[in-house]
């Protein structure tokens, strides 16, 4: 015998229609330098879940919104909405109305949400949607939507080494090493390694000067806006951002514990240990019983990072991973693959690493490009990866600022260009009023956004009604119940993988934005955002903001 179970919703909008917009996405590339080079590996990107990572499945609340479920199969049994299409617009108004008026812990919320139909862009339901709010990690959507706008999904990001000069016949560098990063935001050590073995193999063998960073690319303000609002914060999703990247700008302490189940554990780092990056006598051990718990502490010097660990690890748990941000990319970066260099067997004869432009006659040795755009918007999407967002911002500034002709050289880019160009994919291609919206990171840590549902929904559509834009943003969300951060999330039999959406977590702000659609082939549009939220509310809201979708997937059944 089945029972009811009640689940409650909280939405917001105010009734704005959609404007219609005009899309030209042009899709771009950083060229080569020389195509016949070989580009290397272009594996995947990988990202880690940050400030997005809501992926919890909240709990039930409140009393208006019903959905049957069978006690035996615990199958959940979605709403039948009319059959007639036009009576469902009124359907869906008014059980979103009715969830909205039970939900009592949230009447001192600032809530803004909406609902739209993404063929027509008109909103089927609204609740003080033009609300400026704080988005949290539903930012990376705008950011994402507005780079493969710009870029084009198949963008790829390169990185070159050149030389100062080659003595021809042999295999020795004259001078110095350039390593121009421009900014590759995936590039790992096994990818530096790779970069290395194609040096080798195009016959190098000797540097007679030093290695040389080449981060121009991006100006030298690393740290996004509004990341100086927690500067004491050393975790990796607060990593600096540069041209020359490398592991996100953070380094892995890897503890491993002891084999037996008793006894120190073994601590590393990745990449590992360099003459920048010092690990300090580790002294963490391996318990029977109890929980894990390692302490990373960061000692910033003149000249190199110390990172001390302590604690311990459950014998059980086997392996824990603890990320920590470096303060000093371009370092890490040359030291890195100055040692895979020499693992080669390209002896580096300069001892120091220098930071510098290539001159415009170095010749190119070698050359690694990233994957493309798309996919690596679908890690920095699924996963809510910063580092990802922000050097994916700054990026699109780059390529879509007026540069002056040649032979001038290009300033480096800066957060400014990055934002502007976000700016203008809103204005003119989403068709969101000018003014209307503060938005000054990619990643949306901290208070960095001021955006309605509205905008948002606006985004949404206009993605969805560009074929280059809107199956890789949808690709990239999360899909419920299978991935992402909403792999716990929607995972009922009725509604697993028909929720394509991103969430955003901070202290008092839970928001949810995406795709939901059933058999019918229409999907709808849906946002919704919480803010100002006490602790005893924000299982409600992420409830209620599973309510929105699943009423959104029983509204586009047939």
């Not at 392996?319 to 030291?335: C, K, L, Q, S, Y």
Request: charged share 20%.
């Amino acid at each position: 015998m089945g029972h009811r179970r009640a689940i409650a919703i909280l939405l917001a909008g105010g009734a704005t229609a959609l404007a219609a917009v005009a899309f030209a996405p042009r899709a771009r590339s950083q060229a080569p330098l020389d195509a016949g080079v070989a580009p290397g590996a272009t594996g995947g990107a990988t990202g880690e879940a940050t400030s997005g990572a809501n992926d919890v499945a909240s709990g039930d609340a409140g009393v208006e919104i019903v959905f049957e479920e069978d006690e035996a199969s615990a199958r959940l049994t979605l709403p039948v909405a009319p059959a007639d299409p036009a009576a469902r617009p009124a359907w869906l108004a008014a059980q979103l109305d009715a969830a909205v008026r039970a939900q009592p812990l949230l009447a001192g919320a600032r809530v803004g949400a909406v609902v739209v139909d993404v063929r027509g862009g008109q909103p089927l339901w609204s609740h003080q949607a033009g609300l400026p709010l704080n988005l949290a990690s539903v930012t990376k959507i705008i950011t994402a939507a507005a780079a493969l706008h710009t870029l084009g999904g198949d963008f790829r990001w390169r990185t070159s080494v050149l030389a100062e000069a080659r003595r021809p016949g042999s295999g020795v560098v004259e001078g110095d090493l350039f390593l121009r990063g421009r900014g590759d935001p995936t590039l790992t050590g096994a990818g530096l390694r790779e970069l290395a073995q194609a040096v080798a193999w195009r016959g190098v063998t000797e540097v007679t000067g030093d290695l040389v960073v080449d981060g121009s690319y991006f100006d030298l303000v690393d740290e996004p806006p509004r990341f100086a609002d927690q500067p004491r914060e050393r975790a990796g999703f607060r990593a600096p951002i540069g041209a020359a990247s490398l592991e996100r700008n953070a380094v892995t302490v890897v503890v491993v514990a002891a084999p037996g189940g008793a006894g120190p554990a073994r601590v590393s780092i990745e990449p590992p240990a360099t003459d920048y990056v010092r690990l300090v006598t580790p002294a963490v051990a391996t318990v029977a019983t109890g929980r894990t718990r390692v302490h990373v502490a960061s000692k910033v010097t003149r000249t190199h990072l110390e990172l001390r660990v302590s604690g311990q690890i459950l014998a059980s748990d086997g392996v824990t991973f603890v990320r920590r941000r470096i303060d000093d990319p371009a370092r890490m970066f040359g030291e890195v693959f100055r040692a895979a260099l020499a693992e080669r067997g390209v002896k580096v004869r300069g001892r120091r690493i220098g930071r510098g432009l290539a001159p415009p006659t170095a010749v190119l040795v070698a050359e690694r490009a990233s994957p493309p755009l798309a996919e690596v918007a679908r890690a920095m999407v699924k996963t809510s990866d910063n580092f990802l967002a922000e050097t994916i911002l700054k990026t699109v500034g780059a390529e879509s600022r007026t540069l002056p002709p040649p032979p001038a050289v290009a300033p480096p880019a800066t957060w400014a260009d990055g934002t502007a160009a976000v700016h203008r994919y809103l204005v003119e291609q989403a068709g969101v009023p000018a003014g209307s919206f503060r938005l000054e990171n990619g990643s949306g840590l901290f208070d960095a956004t001021a955006v309605s549902a509205d905008a948002v929904a606006r985004v949404l559509v206009a993605a969805w009604r560009d074929f280059r834009v809107g199956p890789d943003l949808a690709a990239a969300m999360a899909t419920g119940g299978v991935d992402g951060t909403l792999r716990r999330r929607f995972t009922e039999p009725a509604l697993r993988a028909r929720i394509r959406a991103k969430t955003g977590t901070l202290a008092q702000v839970t928001a949810l934005a995406g795709y939901a659609g059933g058999d019918s082939g229409r999907p709808l549009a849906f946002v919704v955002v919480v803010n100002g939220l006490t602790p005893p509310a924000r299982a409600q809201a992420r409830a209620l903001q599973d309510t929105i979708a699943m009423l959104c997937v029983a509204y586009t059944m047939p």
